[in-house]
T-cell receptor, first 113, second 111 residues
Framework: SAVISQKPSRDICQRGTSLTIQCQVDSQVTMMFWYRQQPGQSLTLIATANQGSEATYESGFVIDKFPISRPNLTFSTLTVSNMSPEDSSIYLC??????????FGSGTRLTVV | GEDVEQSLFLSVREGDSSVINCTYTDSSSTYLYWYKQEPGAGLQLLTYIFSNMDMKQDQRLTVLLNKKDKHLSLRIADTQTGDSAIYFCAERKGGSYIPTFGRGTSLIVHP
């Protein structure tokens, strides 16, 4: 299955600033997903990112707050913009691999102070 | 209610079997998955089952699927302290590439 390198693994940020999270995949994949995971909660899908098209955002998430880039089939970034303490969470990228299910990056633990 | 439901906690003694249960709502689900998340890590696929199967066994793991009741379980035989983690059940609905996850069951293994 694919191997995903996600960076940074954690960060502490000041409110009002932005953080860009990167995911690099060791193989070409069509569909990439970005999730938010809050303590004790399920994974919440933020958006689906396909190469060559605009990301598709889920209800409650907007492009101005969470801009996503997908410049090629092996890379994607998620930016958390104008952060507030409510954005403190774990952010995960994931790729779809057919019968192999979904492979996840190791996550970015974000704390906004 | 939520699409995929799991109990939040399970505590077992080392060497015993663990059974983690999950219910889902969509009868069109094609794949059902079990993921493991250790502290500070992403989700790791443990196993999956096609919706036309009743059971799948992989070493210490046994997955049972009751499609009529929309119930999925994961049995871990001879549970070890290294099995302590959060276990997520997920379904992939027919016609969709987007999985739906449960809230995760925190498995605690004590000596």
């Amino acid at each position: 299955s694919a191997v995903i390198s996600q960076k940074p693994s954690r960060d502490i940020c000041q409110r009002g600033t932005s953080l860009t999270i990167q995911c690099q995949v060791d193989s070409q994949v069509t569909m990439m997903f970005w999730y938010r995971q809050q303590p004790g909660q399920s994974l919440t899908l933020i958006a689906t990112a396909n190469q060559g098209s605009e990301a598709t955002y889920e209800s409650g998430f907007v492009i101005d707050k969470f801009p996503i880039s997908r410049p090629n089939l092996t890379f994607s970034t998620l930016t958390v913009s104008n952060m507030s303490p409510e954005d403190s969470s774990i952010y995960l990228c994931s790729v779809e691999e057919g019968d192999n299910g979904y492979t996840f990056g190791s996550g970015t633990r974000l704390t906004v102070v | 209610g939520e699409d995929v439901e799991q109990s939040l906690f399970l505590s077992v003694r080392e060497g015993d079997s663990s059974v983690i249960n999950c219910t889902y709502t969509d009868s069109s689900s094609t794949y059902l998955y079990w993921y493991k998340q250790e502290p500070g890590a992403g989700l790791q696929l443990l196993t999956y089952i096609f919706s036309n199967m009743d059971m799948k066994q992989d070493q210490r793991l046994t997955v049972l699927l009751n499609k009529k009741d929309k119930h999925l379980s994961l049995r871990i035989a001879d549970t070890q302290t290294g099995d302590s983690a959060i276990y997520f059940c997920a379904e992939r609905k027919g016609g969709s590439y987007i999985p739906t996850f449960g809230r995760g069951t925190s498995l605690i293994v004590h000596p």
